[in-house]
């Protein structure tokens, strides 16, 4: 039962009803998700249909859970790795083909042998052909320059480039709390 349980998690939102991630999907497993309920921290706005027990209780399994207390989102990211390939959108900007993470790397658009810094303007996602092929040189003596601009992206643009990539797991129930602000088609 246990190892079927954890097919359940709970889709987490902030108090104002946004999900605290969209890259990764903000989750909880369904054991936080019951804690979190039991200790008056969440509301539950959707169930599955399954149930839980416990001597004294019988609870069913939240799906959707919102915050009580909404959590400020800070309005830059960390610069890590991932970060990066999703401000640009797991596309190589030398030749934006698109890829999967770990098919990406890193590129300093000025090498650092070149005075180049590792910082949100400098860097980029490129595929291995481009990164090698661009090797130590800067984009005059390569003729490589990113299709845009490397800038620091803000929260909200890195939430919004994470839309664009759902998770592989995405329970029906969420569906309502996930993309309730997308244009719905008229007929």
Not at 4 to 18: G, H, I, S, T
Not at 47 to 63: A, G, M, Q, V
Not at 131 to 138: L, M, S
Request: net charge positive; hydrophobic share 35%; with cysteine.
């Amino acid at each position: 039962m246990e190892a079927q349980l954890k097919n359940y998690p709970a889709l987490v939102l902030n108090a104002d009803f946004q999900p605290l991630n969209y890259f990764p999907l903000s989750t909880w497993s369904w054991q936080s998700a019951i804690k979190a309920v039991i200790l008056d921290r969440v509301s539950i706005l959707s169930e599955y249909d399954l149930f839980i027990h416990s001597p004294s209780c019988k609870f069913r399994l939240p799906s959707v859970i919102a915050l009580k207390e909404y959590i400020p989102i800070n309005r830059y990211p960390a610069f890590t790795r991932f970060n990066v390939f999703l401000r640009d959108r797991f596309r190589c900007l030398y030749c934006s083909a698109p890829f999967d993470s770990e098919d990406l790397t890193f590129d300093h658009v000025v090498p650092r042998s070149h005075g180049g810094r590792t910082t949100w303007t400098n860097v980029v996602s490129a595929c291995g052909y481009c990164n090698i092929r661009k090797g130590g040189r800067t984009p005059a003596q390569s003729g490589m320059y990113p299709m845009t601009q490397p800038l620091r992206p803000t929260t909200y643009e890195l939430r919004e480039n994470g839309r664009a990539f759902p998770p592989n797991y995405l329970h029906e129930s969420w569906r309502d709390y996930l993309y309730w602000d997308t244009e719905l088609e008229q007929s």
